[in-house]
């Protein structure tokens, strides 16, 4: 008898035995200090009590980039290797390029049919989005943005979604989906939670209350030592202080916000903060203080970007293999769907 015919195989698929959590990134470029804040150092710590996806969402790039596509290749190669020089893992979290995952276009356009045209158009980042990319007449994808949405994260049975607050409305709309899709057809889908972690907005170094890629306002986390002394050097401060002995203004000053979210020590910020506030410090040491602990703080996480910029293959395997899973989750999943809205008519 050969080893075949005695090892019994094992057909159903693993079963779920942590939560799991869906979350992802466009790829619109490199990612900056603003995004570490405001989601990549919490999905760093949830991917050690999680079952991460982390999704390259070029699907989505569609519904408003369409005169940018020969950027996307490049974009997606960046995000990725973001994500990993902040310390995503990937042994413990599964990266994966949406359009990999086919499946996620079929769920979409079944779940486009379970929400109406004017619950798509009260999603307030509609509005946004097409002031953002100057659309004055949105198409039918970019109505659907939202429901792309449901279906990356409903595609592999994602339980917890964690994103930025201006994401709120997306998962508060898969909730709705998941739930009516139950509701007709049985009991499919979880119902996600979103995972909003801090509502610290990191501001841009023009003082802007949010740093963005599209403001030119950022520090990004690939930036070069020089670049990142230039911006800091250049920061927007308190307008109103012209010598170091004025009382200066620690509300509203990026520099201190930036402080307060990257120098690990504390006490020696809030008493920067009070001599900044008597008049006893200058703009040019706060800031010089400034560059020193973001230079601390970025980097090992160049080294660990140059790592894996060395090995190009590497990064494509790591998309590709994650990809892999993700698409052997969706074909399960899309299985059970087209069995709940009895779609299986023709086989599976
Ligand atoms: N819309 C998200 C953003 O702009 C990106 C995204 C696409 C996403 N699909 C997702 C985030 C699924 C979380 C889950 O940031």
Redesign the pocket.
């Known amino acids: 008898m050969t080893a075949e015919t005695t090892v019994p195989t094992v057909s159903s698929a693993p079963k779920k035995t942590r939560k799991r959590i869906?979350?992802?990134?466009?790829p619109t470029g490199r990612l900056h200090l603003g995004h570490y804040v405001g989601t990549l150092e919490n999905r760093v710590k949830l991917q050690e009590a999680y079952d991460t996806f982390l999704?390259v969402?070029d699907y989505?790039m569609l519904t408003t980039r369409l005169d940018h596509l020969d950027e996307i290749g490049r974009n997606v190669r960046d995000v990725v290797l973001d994500n990993l020089s902040v310390g995503i893992d990937p042994e413990k979290v599964t990266i994966y390029l949406q359009s990999l995952v086919p499946q996620t276009a079929e769920l979409h356009l079944y779940f486009s049919m379970l929400v109406s045209v004017s619950r798509a158009q009260r999603i307030p980042t509609l509005k946004e989005q097409m002031r953002d990319a100057h659309i004055t007449q949105p198409s039918y994808g970019l109505l659907g943005y939202p429901v792309l949405?449901a279906a990356?994260?409903l595609c592999v049975k994602g339980d917890l979604?964690p994103?930025?607050r201006d994401?709120e409305s997306?998962i508060e709309l898969t909730r709705e989906i998941a739930r009516r899709f139950n509701e007709l057809f049985g009991p499919v889908f979880p119902v996600p939670d979103a995972l909003i972690p801090s509502d610290t907005l990191l501001p841009g170094t023009d003082g802007n209350t949010k740093a963005g890629k599209s403001l030119g306002n950022a520090i990004d986390l690939a930036d070069d030592s020089e670049t990142v002394r230039r911006k800091v050097m250049g920061m927007y401060t308190d307008p109103a202080r012209i010598r170091a002995t004025d009382p200066g203004k620690v509300e509203g000053n990026p520099v201190f916000a930036y402080l307060e979210s990257f120098d690990p020590e504390k006490a020696e910020v809030e008493d920067l903060k009070e001599r900044y506030r008597g008049g006893r410090v200058g703009d040019v040491e706060v800031k010089k203080r400034l560059v020193t602990v973001l230079e601390r703080f970025l980097a090992p996480i160049r080294e660990r970007r140059a790592r894996f910029e060395r090995d190009p293959k590497l990064l494509d395997e790591i998309i590709r293999s994650g990809s892999d899973r993700a698409r052997a989750e969706a074909q399960q999943t899309l299985h059970d769907v087209r069995r709940a809205m009895k779609l299986d008519y023709f086989g599976l």
């Not at 869906?22 to 466009?26: A, F, Y």
Request: proline share 0%.
């Open positions: 869906l979350t992802g990134d466009r999704l969402a989505h949405q990356d994260i979604v994103v930025g994401q997306h």
